[in-house]
């Protein structure tokens, strides 16, 4: 069977927002990297939230091998990526005003810690007021979305703002209005979304940053390793013991 002509053009897009984001965004990382370093050398916590498929890139950096053992999620009942039936329920919810700040309320989140907040077009009450309210509570926040929603569509919150307007580092992952890279004769939708690929190379790279950025403190970033190599679970035994005031999804 000969190669997909389309599957081909995906990568060769994908590829290109990558090199972008790298390129474009590599100040808006380090600038990040040194919030999360900062944040875990002052005692800080971190959190990631993202609501629906934002949610995605948000539990890539949770509990996971290769990552920070701090990083936490923050999760909204109901708009998590596609854990409630009707689905829709779910953007239904992220448009639901006061809902944010009762999460946090609710959350161990509290001053000096540090939040990310994914969300593609960062044109939704939840996101906006989730970055709102946690820089009221005294929390960095590091905005993930795509800026280009700021300058095409309108804010769905009652300030009229976006995301990106109430964090204190943003990162724009450069994916365009509608979140679809390929069109094609005979498909009448445009298809294949690449938020999530950038998304969390952004996130990563974040993560990379940040490690960096401790180690040249002498600091030891409190990483995670794979289970599934030998002494992967004494490793990770030993880490979550020694930060366990600071790691919620073990409780």
């Not at 916590?45 to 996971?64: E, I, W």
């Not at 919810?93 to 994914?118: H, K, M, N, Y």
């Not at 919150?157 to 679809?180: E, P, R």
Request: aromatic letters at 4%; one cysteine or more.
């Amino acid at each position: 069977m000969s190669e997909s002509k389309l599957a081909g053009r995906f990568f060769d897009a994908a590829i290109g927002l990558l090199q972008r984001t790298r390129d474009e965004e590599a100040a808006g990382i380090a600038a990040a990297g040194t919030a999360v370093a900062d944040t875990v050398a002052a005692g800080g916590r971190l959190f990631a939230f993202g609501a629906g498929h934002s949610s995605l890139a948000a539990q890539d950096v949770v509990y996971r091998a290769g990552g920070l053992a701090l990083m936490n999620l923050l999760t909204v009942p109901g708009a998590v990526g596609v854990d409630v039936v009707p689905a829709t329920l779910g953007s239904a919810l992220e448009r639901v005003d006061g809902l944010a700040g009762a999460v946090l309320d609710s959350s161990p989140a509290t001053e000096g810690d540090l939040l990310v907040i994914i969300s593609l077009s960062g044109r939704n009450a939840l996101p906006v007021e989730m970055a709102i309210n946690a820089r009221a509570l005294g929390l960095t926040v590091i905005g993930v979305t795509s800026v280009a929603y700021a300058e095409e569509t309108r804010s769905r919150h009652a300030s009229g703002t976006f995301l990106k307007d109430h964090c204190d580092i943003v990162l724009d992952s450069k994916i365009a209005v509608g979140d679809a890279e390929l069109t094609h004769e005979g498909i009448e939708a445009p298809f294949a979304p690449a938020s999530t690929v950038v998304t969390s190379a952004l996130m990563q790279a974040t993560m990379a940053a940040a490690a960096e950025q401790l180690a040249e403190r002498g600091i030891e970033p409190p990483l995670l390793r794979s289970g599934n190599v030998d002494g992967g679970h004494e490793w990770n035994g030993r880490v979550m013991t020694e930060y366990r005031d600071r790691i919620f999804y073990r409780n």
